[in-house]
C-alpha cells in the first residue's frame, strides 16, 4: 500500500497546505489545514469564507464539522 492509500492518510499529508473546504449549506472555506480527527471534524488556519465565487470574509481560524463537510480538495 502507497502511503496515501487510506482517507486520513491523504488528508495528513494536506496538513499545513491550502485546502478548499465545501460544506453542505453551501458555503465554501479555504485555508491552512491545521489538524482533523477521525470524524473529519478539522481546524483551518487563516480562513477565508467564499461564496458564489468571492470572498465574503476573512476569518482566521475555524473549527469545522466533519458532519457538515462534503469535500476536502487541495486549493
Do not use: W, Y
Request: proline share 3%; glycine share 6%; charged share 30%.
Amino acid at each position: 500500500m502507497d502511503e496515501q492509500s487510506r482517507p486520513l492518510d491523504t488528508l495528513n499529508a494536506a496538513r499545513n497546505k491550502t485546502v478548499m473546504v465545501d460544506l453542505k449549506n453551501g458555503l465554501r472555506f479555504v485555508g491552512k489545514l491545521k489538524a482533523f480527527d477521525i470524524h473529519i471534524n478539522v481546524v483551518l488556519h487563516e480562513a477565508e469564507e467564499h461564496k458564489d465565487g468571492e470572498v465574503k470574509r476573512k476569518l482566521g481560524t475555524v473549527f469545522i464539522r466533519g458532519d457538515t463537510i462534503t469535500i476536502i480538495s487541495p486549493a
